[in-house]
């Protein structure tokens, strides 16, 4: 048995197999000389000391009980230690099983089709999800679904709204939607909301700024992330457009990221590509650069209200005199530029006013027919580049070669170029096997 110093206040445990038996307090001068009798070699304590009585005990037995501390002892002691109160459960567990369960099993594909062709949203989000997913079990099954769905397609008007950052896509889409679906139309919103870099997550927040439409009998909206994709689109969204439309929507709005010159990408799958631009995001010069200006077949400048409205006229007449210097278009049809405001509702009616127009033009003279199945040979290079990616990146020589050639080149032993080939020659030659 041994005597130690402890200081006020603190407990003190020699380790956490050997707990601390201590005394009632007391002051170091009537315990010196006991301290100094069993310890003659310890340095000299202070008399704001205590003295602690250390006492070795049989550690499976203290395991029986939570706290050494509140034990009954042939002294008293100043340590208690209070019990805690165990909080309530978070989470229903049977609840989460049942999740789990719902979200592993897959419907057969009569009940994807059959839900799909009768206007079931719970069976058109279902079959997007799998659309979306990466899994080669999900895929299988999502291709049969487009496939049976796809005699019931393409009798909608297909609407590609884009602009940058800020136009106000989304505001405006709230606003021509509610005019059309309080008009009878079935409308389907597929808004692209950008994935972050870093954290590859996204917010898919532009639904957020739907609020009327968004609970209207006659609006589906569902947010995508575009995943990386360039050209402000997702990388299923075309696929996505078949399942709507042999689902009954009559009209697709797709709602492209925030982009820039070059993200013509949405042009590839709609009717008719409308650009919302807004007063003073540049001069006429911006309007003869090629690029998303001169694939637009209208042009919408945004935020004509209050105070801004001659600056969006301005606009306007600049985005005009630029259009000019361009070729007419391959549908034989002139781009228009409209000012509106989507806060208001000025003018929202002129432009999809617009835009049936325009869509009824090509559809007479006969280039809406020619511009799908341009579409259609583009969807299928698309779907070939994505399945040979898929394939070189799931191939199982290609994921082992490919952290050493990473390493090679991340230390400048190898050039990328060099490793880059390398990967191709190793995959190429199983292939020729």
Not at 83 to 90: A, S
Not at 275 to 297: C, P, T, W
Not at 392 to 416: C, H, I
Request: proline share 4%; net charge neutral; charged share 20%.
């Amino acid at each position: 048995m041994a005597y130690g110093p402890l200081h006020p206040g603190l407990h003190c445990r020699l380790n956490p197999q050997s707990p601390l038996r201590v005394w009632q307090p007391q002051a170091i001068s009537h315990r010196q000389q006991q301290f100094n009798n069993s310890t003659p070699n310890n340095s000299t304590i202070n008399n704001n000391h205590y003295l602690c009585k250390i006492k070795p005990h049989n550690t499976a037995a203290a395991m029986e009980h939570e706290h050494f501390e509140n034990q009954e002892h042939e002294w008293e002691s100043n340590l208690k230690v209070t019990e805690g109160v165990e909080g309530p459960i978070q989470v229903n567990p049977n609840a989460l099983e049942r999740m789990k369960r719902n979200q592993q099993q897959l419907m057969p594909l009569e009940w994807y089709v059959n839900g799909i062709l009768k206007g079931d949203r719970v069976a058109l989000s279902k079959a997007i999800t799998l659309v979306e997913s990466a899994l080669p079990k999900h895929q299988d099954l999502a291709q049969q679904i487009i496939a049976a769905c796809l005699p019931h397609a393409g009798k909608a008007l297909r609407l590609g709204i884009t602009g940058v950052p800020g136009a106000g896509k989304s505001t405006f889409i709230e606003a021509l939607g509610v005019h059309l679906c309080n008009k009878g139309q079935k409308l389907a919103v597929l808004a692209i909301d950008p994935s972050s870099q870093r954290s590859k997550g996204s917010i898919l927040g532009d639904k957020t700024r739907m609020e009327t439409l968004s609970v209207h009998p006659n609006a589906y909206i569902r947010p995508s992330a575009s995943a990386g994709t360039l050209g402000g689109v997702a990388r299923k969204t075309r696929e996505t457009i078949i399942l709507c439309e042999a689902a009954g929507y009559d009209t697709i709005f797709v709602e492209t990221v925030g982009v820039g010159q070059s993200e013509t990408a949405v042009h590839s799958m709609v009717d008719f590509f409308l650009l919302i631009l807004i007063s003073g995001a540049g001069d006429e010069l911006q309007g003869i650069k090629r690029g998303i200006m001169e694939m637009a077949d209208g042009i919408a400048v945004n935020k004509a209200d209050g105070d801004n409205v001659m600056r969006a006229n301005r606009a306007a007449a600049e985005c005009r005199n630029a259009l000019h210097l361009f070729p007419l278009p391959e549908s034989g049809q002139e781009t228009k530029v409209l000012t509106c405001s989507a806060l208001t509702g000025f003018q929202i009616d002129e432009v999809w006013q617009m835009v049936a127009d325009h869509v009824q033009a090509i559809r007479d003279n006969g280039y809406l027919y020619k511009k799908r199945a341009q579409q259609d040979v583009q969807m299928m290079y698309d779907s070939m580049d994505s399945a040979l990616k898929n394939d070189f990146y799931q191939n199982q020589l290609v994921a082992d070669l490919l952290p050493l050639v990473e390493s090679d080149v991340r230390g400048q032993r190898m050039s990328a170029y060099i490793g880059a080939q390398q990967l191709l020659d190793a995959y190429f030659n199983i292939l020729k096997r």
